[in-house]
C-alpha cells in the first residue's frame, strides 16, 4: 500500500498545514502557515505533491525562492511556487 492510500486527503492536508507552520524559520512559518491555510484545500493531489517537495527543498530555499526572488530549480517551477508568490504579495 503506497503512502497516498494509506494517508487520507484530510490527514494529508491536515498533517502539510502544520508542517507549514512549523518549517524551521519565523518568516517561512508564517508565509507558509498561511498560505496552507487559505489554499491547500483547492489543491490537486498532485499539485500537493509539489507543495510536499518543496516542503522537503527547505525553509531556507524557500525563502530565497518566494521572498529574496532568487530562481528555483525547473523541478520547483510550477503552479504550486507561483501561488506562493502571489501570496506573499497578497
Same mark, same amino acid.
Given at each position: 500500500?503506497?503512502?497516498? !492510500?494509506?494517508?487520507?486527503?484530510?490527514?494529508? +492536508?491536515?498533517?502539510?498545514?502544520?508542517?507549514?507552520?512549523? !518549517?524551521?524559520? $519565523?518568516? !517561512?512559518?508564517? +508565509?507558509?502557515?498561511?498560505?496552507? $491555510?487559505?489554499? +491547500?484545500?483547492?489543491? !490537486?493531489?498532485?499539485?500537493?505533491?509539489?507543495?510536499?517537495? +518543496?516542503?522537503?527543498?527547505?525553509?531556507?530555499?524557500?525563502?530565497?525562492?518566494?521572498?529574496?526572488?532568487?530562481?528555483?530549480?525547473?523541478?520547483?517551477?510550477?503552479?504550486?511556487?507561483?501561488?506562493? $508568490?502571489?501570496? $506573499?504579495?497578497?
Amino acid at each position: 500500500m503506497n503512502e497516498q !492510500t494509506a494517508e487520507s486527503r484530510e490527514t494529508r +492536508l491536515r498533517r502539510l498545514v502544520y508542517q507549514s507552520s512549523y !518549517t524551521g524559520m $519565523k518568516e !517561512t512559518d508564517l +508565509l507558509l502557515g498561511r498560505f496552507a $491555510k487559505v489554499h +491547500l484545500h483547492g489543491l !490537486t493531489d498532485d499539485e500537493l505533491g509539489q507543495y510536499e517537495a +518543496l516542503l522537503d527543498a527547505g525553509d531556507d530555499r524557500i525563502y530565497a525562492w518566494v521572498v529574496a526572488g532568487e530562481p528555483a530549480p525547473q523541478v520547483h517551477e510550477n503552479r504550486v511556487l507561483d501561488l506562493i $508568490k502571489e501570496f $506573499k504579495n497578497d
